[in-house]
């Protein structure tokens, strides 16, 4: 995989060096960015001799010999933006979306995934502000590793060491294109609905979207062709997914159906409304008009329906459950004739909706459930596809793919 490694000014700069050496052992091709602080702890021409690539160095915004500029050069050849160490002004200028130096502005310029392994002393690492600002990057889908518990190079001990360089090249390959749903569908849906009331109001729920997203991202590394129909959320879309935004259920549902005939496998992780109002009304409406009770009627399952226009596809659905999460996981895979379904206990505060992280427990038609303890939801979304992907390949394509 190509590997653009950004390294920052802390002593753990050191640690590039090496880092260089056993991701190219890996089998990466990697290419290094430094930012000013980080040439006083490594020199430009280590790491030169060891990626065998030019180092981008902090004054390279300039336009090469072709034309290019090199940060859209830099942004377009990498397929990982893997950036070890960070330091907390680099994750403050990531998480702000600022751009002063090569590497930031390459990482503006970058729409594949990111990893971060911060590195630094405990008491900043600690401090609301750097917090904040991981948990930001958290929560747009980016990775991040560590630090580590450790001696730090202060003398003391605490949080804040860069995370073991071996976990470290182990998590970049988790990146690694994997090629084995090459030539397959798959259709994901994301974020919750909106049901209009009247051009101001909805009805709507707490989903971010976060799981959905991963899981198409997760889908493009290995290797399928992806579609994703999202709700109304914030989120950059994954590099690689074709995406077509919904508001309401019923939009929604038509993007699925249009989309379904041709999936080999789909996976609804969208929190699809219930219910929606009897009227929407084209004003806005006057509180005197709305009276005390609200008229609602029921959405079209949409998972349900697949099971008679994507019959030969391998459908996953969600189950977001406060209580009784086996009996009701166990009742939705059959009586929306799903094959997995993925359920989660949303009366946890710390995951699930809005969260960074997850925990769930697949149930699986004719197979024994699978817990997956608590975790990123892009390490979620991976163990997802771990246990779906055997089903999706097992049912082969033929049909489907002269069908299209
Ligand atoms: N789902 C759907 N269409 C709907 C509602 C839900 O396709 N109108 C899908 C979701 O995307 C999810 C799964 O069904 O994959 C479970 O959704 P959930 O809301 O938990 O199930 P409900 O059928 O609403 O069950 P209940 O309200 O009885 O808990």
Redesign the pocket.
């Known amino acids: 995989m190509r590997v653009l490694l950004g390294v920052c000014g802390g002593i753990a700069a050191y640690k590039a060096a090496e880092l260089v050496r056993l991701l190219r052992a890996a089998d990466h091709d990697v290419r290094c960015a430094l930012t000013r602080g980080a040439e006083s702890f490594v020199t430009p021409l280590t790491l030169e001799v060891l990626s065998g690539y030019r180092v981008y160095r902090q004054e390279y915004l300039n336009p090469n010999d072709s034309g290019e500029e090199l940060h859209v050069e830099a942004a377009r050849w990498a397929e990982l933006l893997c950036v070890a160490p960070a330091t907390a002004h680099t994750l403050g200028k990531l998480a702000l979306g600022l751009a002063d130096d090569f590497l930031t502005t390459t990482a503006l310029g970058f729409e594949g995934p990111v990893l971060v392994a911060p590195a630094m002393h405990s008491t900043m690492w600690m401090q609301p502000a750097v917090q904040a600002n991981a948990q930001t990057l958290r929560e747009r889908g980016v990775s991040v590793l560590g630090p580590s518990i450790g001696a730090l190079a202060s003398g003391d001990t605490g949080v804040g060491r860069l995370v073991d360089l071996g976990v470290l090249v182990r998590e970049v390959d988790r990146f690694r294109s994997t090629g084995e749903l090459a030539g397959k569908r798959v259709l994901v849906?994301a974020g919750p609905?909106r049901e209009a009331l009247d051009p101001v109001r909805f009805l709507s729920n707490r989903s971010s979207g976060r799981m959905g997203f991963a899981l198409a991202a997760e889908a493009v590394r290995r290797g399928a062709d992806v579609q994703l129909v999202a709700g109304p959320v914030e989120l950059p879309t994954p590099r690689g997914v074709e995406r077509c935004d919904v508001v309401s259920?019923a939009e929604?549902?038509v993007a699925?159906e249009e989309r379904a005939a041709a999936a080999d496998l789909i996976?609804?992780?969208?929190?699809?409304?219930?219910l929606r109002p009897g009227k929407t009304s084209a004003r806005k409406l006057k509180k005197s008009e709305l009276g005390g009770e609200l008229a609602l009627a029921?959405?079209?399952?949409?998972?349900?329906?697949?099971a008679e226009s994507a019959p030969d596809a391998v459908r996953?659905?969600?189950?977001?459950?406060t209580e009784n999460l086996e009996a009701?996981a166990i009742?939705?895979l059959e009586?929306?004739q799903?094959q997995f379904?993925?359920a989660n206990d949303v009366s946890r505060a710390d995951i699930g909706f809005g969260q960074s992280d997850n925990e769930v427990t697949v149930f699986r038609s004719g197979a024994e459930p699978v817990h997956v303890p608590k975790a990123s939801k892009p390490a979620i979304a991976r163990a997802v596809f771990d246990l779906v992907v055997p089903a999706v390949l097992a049912r082969g394509g033929a049909t489907k793919r002269a069908a299209r």
């Open positions: 849906t609905t259920a929604m549902r699925v996976v609804m992780a969208a929190a699809v409304g219930d029921r959405t079209a399952d949409i998972l349900a329906g697949l996953v659905g969600f189950a977001a459950e009701e009742r939705k009586q929306k799903a379904i993925v």
